[in-house]
């Protein structure tokens, strides 16, 4: 998912309030908030705690394929493009995109 991209954080666009808890194999997890997620703007402090290390984006085996999960828009309005090349990985490459089996999951 992350072809193409040089740096390991990326600012990420949210006007909503669904959240997602990281996956039991850190694998799925693909893009995670950090413990301090704000860059600008207002947050709610109730909302600001939920946002705090959940999950922007995830890939969840289903069956003999994967569901790649965006919970935010990566092509919000065409006006954020930080986030284009993830939506266009998932489309071009998400048949190629696996994640290895962990040991968690099993449980």
């Given at each position: 998912m992350g072809f193409g991209f040089t740096n390991r954080t990326i600012s990420v666009y949210r006007n909503h309030s669904v959240f997602i808890e990281p996956s039991k194999n850190p694998f799925n997890t693909v893009i995670k908030y950090t413990a301090n997620p704000l860059l600008s703007g207002y947050i709610h402090p109730t909302n600001l705690a939920k946002i705090k290390n959940s999950v922007s984006l995830q890939v969840s085996n289903m069956g003999?394929?994967?569901?790649?999960?965006?919970?935010?828009?990566?092509?919000?309005?065409?006006?954020?493009?930080?986030?284009?090349?993830?939506?266009?990985?998932?489309?071009?490459?998400?048949?190629?995109?696996?994640a290895p089996r962990f040991e968690a999951e099993e449980e």
């Amino acid at each position: 998912m992350g072809f193409g991209f040089t740096n390991r954080t990326i600012s990420v666009y949210r006007n909503h309030s669904v959240f997602i808890e990281p996956s039991k194999n850190p694998f799925n997890t693909v893009i995670k908030y950090t413990a301090n997620p704000l860059l600008s703007g207002y947050i709610h402090p109730t909302n600001l705690a939920k946002i705090k290390n959940s999950v922007s984006l995830q890939v969840s085996n289903m069956g003999q394929g994967r569901a790649i999960l965006f919970v935010d828009d990566p092509a919000f309005r065409g006006y954020w493009n930080g986030t284009n090349k993830l939506f266009f990985n998932a489309l071009f490459f998400g048949s190629h995109i696996s994640a290895p089996r962990f040991e968690a999951e099993e449980e």
